[in-house]
Structures are given as structure tokens and as C-alpha cells.
């Protein structure tokens, strides 16, 4: 019979590289902590809607790379592609709007697309995400683009940049977009594809786009920061100057202009030179019309997005300076042996007064050997080794022998003494 594999575009994270996945989230939950920002966990599939409004029809991710089906009632249910839309509909309808503000929200999950799968982009992969609602301070956009570089110099990386935009509100950025129109049109039969289709309805979108020709042709186009409003201009400059006193170095960038239709004013993303200037290691923006755009009341908002799977490829490339220790090191701390069958219930005794100490602690299950016992302790990494009993013709009650793995050192110690000298050596 055939085996069943996992989907597509999917991967299972084994131990070893789990508890590195565990150890980012802890560091990430810190420094979220540190921020002022809480944890929010909303579910995995939302009504396909949700992101068609928040997102906007025409961007990339709506339009071919939702993961969308019709459930047995008929629904539309997409998995959800991003975690800012499902905060700002959380925050509807649970009326954090009468919350204390800025409502500060992190999210870490799962995220899902429906595309080609190809070097790290998986049709399931994981997200670390930070969202300030009800404030439309520059200060917070500040913090959303610091937050995520104090993150990653936790995970052992440095060498930030920032990458900054501001694309405008809805009062200035429609005379921005016609200019850019103007400019893009006599251009058009220069551009690509896919460029010449979005050129009318999205015609930012044709700024952020990678082939070289269109790079070519938007490279004297007009930039968004220069058509601003009075409003906008006041808050990109109070953000740049919040930004060089914070001693962050920026890059603006007139391309940078983010997949997202919800997005105003502030857009930026944060690389590392550690990881080479293509890999943006977070990305976000201010969306001060999203949360109206799904029916809430205005409310401005400001966040960032960051995968995980680039994080730990960034922290594990830092090396283990980055405190996330390799988990192939060993997953135990002692490992309880026993001589001879007669004892295996004492060592069952032994492992579970062991364990209520908090350490992690195996024992053996198949009657093997000792020395087999032994060579499975040295695999999993045990530092200390409670043997029950000295050799095979030991009786219940007979003394325990507790070994230094490392050291080769080892002395006897009865049942009242065990806890306190594995204690010792595992100090
Ligand atoms: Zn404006
Ligand atoms: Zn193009």
C-alpha cells in the first residue's frame, strides 16, 4: 500500500529544530513583553471576504495565491494569508475600540498560500507579527520598525538597514498616483507583462516589480514622499528624525511600496547584511483605513510582519551566539539505568522523583543491557546517569551508583541521596 505524505508546500519540523522554533518564540514573547505588545490568537481560516476587502481585490496574494475553498455548508473559507486583516476584524468585534489605546497585539502562526512551491516558500509556513491599534503616532511606527530589529540583534544578527516609504493617505496619494500614471503610460510597451495588465488599476504596484526592464523604466518615475499632504509630510519627517534619534539607519526607498492595498503613509522593511540585500528579515506599514474598510470606525494602525522560517535561517547562520542553541545536542539531563531486571520498578521510582526536580529525565523500556542502556543515555545527551543497582545479580534495595557521563567519575548513593548528588552534578 502506498504511504501517505505530507501535502505539498508543507514541512514537519522535527526535533532538534523544534526546539529552536521554541526558543525564537520565547525570545520573540520577551521582547513583544518588553514592548508593551500581547499576545492575540485569532484562528486559522477566516471568511474569504475578510481579505478580499482588507487586502484589496487586485493584489497579488488575493487575486492567485489564497488558499480558498467552499466548506460543506457552502461558505467561502480561505486559510489565512496574513495575520493583519483577521487582528483588525478581532479588534471590530471584540470593541477594543473602548479599550485603553493603542491596543498593541502580537501574533506567531501559521500562514498559508496557494502557490508553486519553490526554496522557502512554503504553502504553510509561520509568522511572527506586531499590531498597534487606535494611535496614529509616529512613535509607534517607529517601534514597529524597531521592534523587529531588536528581535533579530537578540537572535545574534546586526547590520540592520531600513528600507522607508511613505505612499500618502487617501487625500494626496490619488494625484500621486495619476502623476505616476503620467509618467508610466508613453513606458508601458517597456514593461512586463504581468506590469501592463496592473498598469491602470495598480499602478504603484508597478514600482515594487523585479524584472529589469520595468526597474529600468521606474527609475525616474515620480516618488510618493515627494507628492505628499501637509498631514503626511509632518508625520514622515517626525518619523525620520524619531529614527536618527533612535540611531537607526534608513535608506528611503521610492519603490518600497508593500503587497498590500491597505497600507498608508509609513511602509518600510528591515534587512540585515548579514543575510544579503535581497532578504527583507520584516516588513509593515501604518493601515490607517483598514479597520474602517472592514466596517469598524476609523482607526489608525501600524505594524510588522516577519517569517519565521527567515528568522531561523538569520539566527542559526549568527551561529549559537544567537542563543538559539542547537536541540541536536542532547534532550536530557539524566538518564536512570538499571542493572538488572529484578530492578526496573525502582528505576521507574528513581525517573519519576527525578522528573518532579524539573529535570528532563528518560529511563529504559525495553529491558535492554546496560551497556546498551548506557550507549542510548550517551545519544540523547544525558549528563548524569543514575544506575540502579552495580551489576546484574543486584537485588531491590542494594545501592545505586550515580556516574558523571562526562567525567567518568561516579559513587554510590542510597535512596535518600540520589536527588541531592544528581543535583550536584548537574549544577
Ligand atoms: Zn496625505
Ligand atoms: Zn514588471
Not at 491596543?103 to 512554503?122: D, N, S, T
Not at 499632504?229 to 518600497?256: I, K, M, N, W
Not at 544525558?382 to 537485588?395: D, H, K, L, N, Q
Amino acid at each position: 500500500m502506498a504511504t501517505v505524505k505530507a501535502p505539498r508546500g508543507t514541512e514537519d519540523v522535527l526535533p532538534g529544530r523544534s526546539e529552536q522554533w521554541s526558543r525564537l518564540e520565547a525570545v520573540t514573547r520577551e521582547v513583544m513583553a518588553s514592548y508593551g505588545y500581547r499576545e492575540i490568537r485569532t484562528p486559522v481560516f477566516e471568511h474569504t471576504e475578510l481579505f478580499v476587502r482588507g487586502a484589496g481585490e487586485a493584489t497579488d496574494v488575493v487575486e492567485k495565491e489564497m488558499y480558498t475553498f467552499a466548506d460543506r455548508s457552502g461558505r467561502s473559507i480561505t486559510l489565512r494569508p496574513e495575520g493583519t486583516a483577521p487582528v483588525a476584524r478581532a479588534y471590530i468585534e471584540h470593541g477594543m475600540k473602548l479599550w485603553p489605546q493603542p491596543v498593541k497585539l502580537f501574533y506567531i502562526g501559521p500562514m498559508f498560500r496557494y502557490e508553486r512551491p519553490q526554496a522557502g516558500r512554503l504553502r504553510q509556513h509561520y509568522q511572527i507579527g506586531a499590531e498597534a491599534l487606535g494611535c496614529g503616532d509616529p512613535a509607534l511606527d517607529a517601534e514597529a520598525i524597531l521592534l523587529p530589529i531588536e528581535l533579530f540583534r537578540r537572535l545574534g544578527l546586526s547590520g540592520f538597514s531600513v528600507h522607508l516609504n511613505s505612499i500618502g493617505c487617501p487625500r494626496c496619494r490619488p494625484a500621486y498616483r495619476e502623476r505616476l500614471l503620467e509618467y508610466l503610460r508613453p513606458r508601458a510597451a517597456q514593461l512586463c507583462e504581468s506590469c501592463q495588465r496592473r498598469l491602470e488599476r495598480s499602478p504603484l504596484r508597478v514600482l515594487d516589480c523585479k524584472v529589469p526592464t520595468c526597474r529600468a523604466v521606474t527609475e525616474a518615475a515620480p516618488r510618493s514622499f515627494d507628492y505628499l499632504c501637509d498631514d503626511c509630510r509632518v508625520h514622515f519627517e517626525t518619523l525620520q528624525g524619531h529614527l536618527g534619534a533612535l540611531g537607526v539607519s534608513y535608506t528611503l526607498d521610492p519603490r518600497l511600496v508593500r503587497g498590500f492595498d491597505y497600507y498608508t503613509r509609513t511602509v518600510f522593511e528591515v534587512l540585515s547584511d548579514q543575510l544579503g540585500a535581497q532578504n527583507a528579515l520584516a516588513g509593515g506599514g501604518r493601515y490607517d483605513g483598514l479597520v474602517e474598510s472592514l466596517g469598524g470606525p476609523p482607526t489608525p494602525g501600524v505594524g510588522f510582519a516577519s517569517g519565521m522560517e527567515r528568522a531561523m535561517l538569520a539566527a542559526s547562520s549568527a551561529g549559537k551566539a544567537g542563543g538559539i542553541e542547537d536541540g541536536r545536542a542532547g534532550w536530557i539531563d539524566v538518564y536512570v539505568a538499571s542493572a538488572a531486571p529484578a530492578r526496573r520498578r525502582e528505576a521507574l521510582l528513581v525517573t519519576r522523583r527525578l522528573r518532579e526536580q524539573g529535570w528532563r529525565v528518560e529511563t529504559d523500556y525495553e529491558g535492554r543491557s546496560l551497556r546498551a542502556q548506557l550507549r542510548w543515555a550517551d545519544r540523547a545527551g544525558a549528563r548524569v546517569a543514575v544506575i540502579v543497582g552495580e551489576e546484574e545479580t543486584s537485588e531491590p534495595g542494594d545501592p545505586m551508583v550515580v556516574r558523571h557521563l562526562a567525567r567518568g567519575e561516579q559513587q554510590r548513593a542510597d535512596d535518600a541521596q540520589v536527588v541531592a548528588l544528581v543535583g550536584r552534578w548537574l549544577a
